[in-house]
């Protein structure tokens, strides 16, 4: 006889609330059947794929060439040995280091704050820069090039003309009309007198070498202190009110002056004589 396998026990309450459901209560839903094909990018990666594990399969071993593996061990320099002994060495140390030979320091943070002067210069340079930058270019005038190129005169013509004959002439020159001389070294004797006095100097030498210091005598010293005068203190004086003078000047007092620059050229005179002169 057979035996009915036991059921699986159900929730009491999902069971009550499917007994209690009508069919009103239920919504219509339409189903969407979901099957996109594939993109021309997606076959055409398939088929490599297909065509490259076709050539796997279908490959033939024999055409492998046979190659031997050498093993490369390639040994440190000697450079690079005893950089890495020294290596060691240091972190031996540094592991090895007692820690209780350090002493305790105090951390002291310096800030210097910048004197009334480089506050000065800074907002000086502060107050410059911002001027240049807020400069007005429309307030330039504008001005034009003049370029300007003298020609020489008639004067500095002909100088020049004679200095290049001059050069020329020199060039030129033929050294085989110069003469043979012959030079006479001369080295006279010193006369009498000289002799007498180099004589009367090395006499004074032997006399400051030989000289004794016991046969000085003591002397005491006096320090004078000399007060100046009435013309000193006076020009002391003015001197000191012409430096207070200058000292507090008002510069408002002064008259604004325009410079004219006079470049006045030589006139014919001073070329004929600079040439004569020459």
Request: proline share 6%; aromatic share 2%.
């Amino acid at each position: 006889m057979a035996t009915k396998a036991a059921l699986p026990s159900a929730d009491p309450q999902l069971l009550g609330a499917i007994s209690k459901a009508t069919p009103e209560s239920l919504h219509h839903v339409q189903t969407d059947v979901k099957n996109p094909l594939p993109s021309k990018e997606d076959l055409r990666q398939e088929k490599d794929h297909e065509n490259l594990i076709h050539n796997l399969e279908e490959f033939d071993p024999t055409n492998l060439h046979h190659t031997s593996t050498k093993e490369r061990k390639i040994l440190p320099d000697t450079n690079t040995i005893a950089q890495e002994k020294t290596e060691q060495e240091l972190m031996s140390g540094i592991e090895g280091f007692d820690a209780g030979k350090l002493k305790p320091t105090e951390t002291q943070e310096k800030n210097p704050l910048p004197d009334p002067s480089a506050i000065t210069a800074e907002k000086a340079e502060r107050y410059r820069k911002q001027s240049i930058e807020d400069f007005n270019k429309k307030k330039l005038k504008r001005a034009n090039t003049e370029e300007k190129n003298t020609l020489p005169d008639a004067d500095a013509i002909e100088q020049e003309k004679r200095e290049c004959e001059m050069r020329h002439s020199i060039g030129d020159f033929n050294k085989s009309k110069l003469r043979h001389s012959q030079t006479e070294v001369k080295n006279p004797l010193p006369s009498t007198e000289a002799i007498n006095l180099e004589k009367q100097e090395v006499e004074k030498i032997q006399e400051i070498e030989g000289f004794k210091k016991d046969s000085l005598k003591h002397t005491e010293p006096t320090v004078k202190n000399v007060l100046p005068d009435q013309d000193t203190l006076d020009a002391e004086k003015k001197e000191q009110e012409l430096k207070d003078g200058v000292t507090n000047f008002n510069r408002n007092s002064l008259k604004k002056t325009t410079t004219e620059e006079k470049n006045a050229l030589p006139s014919s005179r001073d070329i004929a004589e600079e040439k004569a002169a020459k």
